[in-house]
Each structure stands twice: as C-alpha cells, then as structure tokens.
Nanobody, 121 residues
Framework: QVRLVESGGGLVQAGGSLRLSCVAS????????MRWYRQAPGKQRELVAA???????NYADSVKGRFTISRDNDKNTVYLQMNSLKPEDTAVYYC???????????????WGKGTLVTVSS
C-alpha cells in the first residue's frame, strides 16, 4: 500500500556532496517520523538522521555538522543533504518512515530498498 523510493546515490570523491531523496507514495493519510539509515559492508544498519512531522531533527554523532535532513510534507518526500563526505560514509542508504494509511489509520513502519553511496579517497 505504501512505497518508499530513494534516489540520488552515486560515486563521489571525498569532500564532495550528494543529496538523497526519498518519495513516499500510495494510500497515505499522514507521515510521522521519517528517517535515513545506512548500512556499510559487513556492518549493522545504523540510524543516520531522523525528522519529525513538525521538522525537529536529530543526527548520529558521526554526521553532525555535515549532513542535513529535511522534508517536504506536501510532496511526502524526505531529503538528506550530505556534505564533506568521507570514505567511511560509503554505504547503502535506506529511507524509513512511520506512515498512517488511509482507511486504516494505524501507523506502520516502511522501508525503501536503498540507494548506494560510494565515497572514494
């Protein structure tokens, strides 16, 4: 019923920037928190940043000051602006959202399929 699709990943040199987008579509009544996670090869998935429907946000210590999460509620879209990228930021980045579905009105958690970010040294 709900689909999350990420885009914007790619290959970038260290110090560069990328902007990830995630669009939610389907039978959506409302979206509460939206999040970006990442999973590097051989490592566990970790929370990178989260943003509430009202706009308050929080970040992993490793990305504070370099990454910015934002959202457009009219477009059901969340963004992740990534600056000063480092090789250790290389990972698959996943979008995650708490969505209330029309007609059900029970919140459920959804995941996108991910987009690969590779930072070369």
């Amino acid at each position: 019923q709900v689909r999350l699709v990420e885009s914007g990943g790619g290959l970038v040199q260290a110090g560069g920037s990328l902007r990830l987008s995630c669009v939610a579509s389907g039978s959506i009544f409302s979206i509460n928190a939206m999040r970006w996670y990442r999973q590097a090869p051989g490592k566990q998935r970790e929370l990178v940043a989260a943003i509430a429907s009202g706009g308050s946000s929080n970040y992993a210590d490793s990305v504070k000051g370099r990454f910015t999460i934002s959202r457009d509620n009219d477009k059901n879209t969340v963004y992740l602006q990534m600056n000063s990228l480092k090789p250790e930021d290389t990972a698959v980045y996943y979008c995650n959202a708490d969505v209330v579905v029309k007609g059900d009105y029970a919140g459920m958690n959804y995941w996108g399929k991910g987009t690969l970010v590779t930072v070369s040294s």
